[in-house]
T-cell receptor, first 112, second 112 residues
Framework: EDQVTQSPEALRLQEGESSSLNCSYT??????LFWYRQDPGKGPEFLFT???AGEEKEKERLKATLTKKESFLHITAPKPEDSATYLC?????????????FGAGTRLAVHP | DAGVIQSPRHEVTEMGQEVTLRCKPI?????LFWYRQTMMRGLELLIY????????DSGMPEDRFSAKMPNASFSTLKIQPSEPRDSAVYFC??????????FGPGTRLTVL
């Protein structure tokens, strides 16, 4: 069964304290892995797509990496405005359509 | 681009009443998804449309839920009769083929 597990469930950081969020997945075949950011009361906002092991994507203080079993979202010198829930989703090869399986998310709080 | 548009943003209703949620996907996107998000179960796919045709409705919880897409610009999700356990945030998302899914702002439904 295709499955996505994110850890930790919640993370509290001081401003400037770098850290990483983990997304472990089991899927029969991976078409793509997506990272979204979700602010309270809003819909998920797309951040990155990764397609193959070894691939990396960067945006401001965020960098996403992918291996054959997991993905990491590295946050460098975070600021309070980076506080949000970060969702990881896998897109399996099977199923024949753009199906996403989401993890439960990591709630990040960055304090000044 | 206006993005995915959902209405209403908030809905409060009493048990047994009919509820209709509305979605306008991004122009040019041929895939539309309805999701439900709760604290307990996270983001769950309810139904997927491709070119206005329902392809996978295996996530629809029961017969009280129905969804339609009469044209490429409009979709509805209806709950009749509503129950307190239907209280959740309902998201609509759209994509072009296997590309990124873009989410709307969501409708927060409260059934009393």
């Amino acid at each position: 069964e295709d499955q996505v597990t994110q850890s930790p469930e919640a993370l509290r950081l001081q401003e400037g304290e770098s850290s990483s969020l983990n997304c472990s997945y089991t899927v029969s075949g991976l078409r793509g892995l997506f990272w979204y950011r979700q602010d309270p009361g809003k819909g998920p906002e797309f951040l990155f797509t990764l397609y193959s092991a070894g691939e990396e994507k960067e945006k401001e203080r965020l960098k996403a990496t992918l291996t054959k079993k997991e993905s990491f979202l590295h946050i460098t010198a975070p600021k309070p405005e980076d506080s949000a829930t970060y969702l990881c989703a896998v897109q399996p090869n099977s199923g024949g359509y753009n199906k996403l399986i989401f993890g439960a998310g990591t709630r990040l709080a960055v304090h000044p | 681009d206006a993005g995915v548009i959902q209405s209403p943003r908030h809905e409060v209703t009493e048990m047994g009443q009919e509820v209709t949620l509305r979605c306008k996907p991004i122009s040019g996107h041929n895939s539309l998804f309805w999701y439900r998000q709760t604290m307990m179960r996270g983001l769950e796919l309810l139904i997927y449309f491709n070119n206005n045709v329902p392809i996978d409705d295996s996530g629809m919880p029961e017969d009280r839920f129905s969804a339609k897409m009469p044209n490429a610009s409009f979709s509805t999700l209806k709950i009749q009769p509503s129950e307190p356990r239907d209280s959740a945030v309902y998201f609509c998302a759209s994509s072009s083929g296997f590309d990124t899914q873009y989410f709307g702002p969501g409708t927060r439904l409260t059934v009393l």
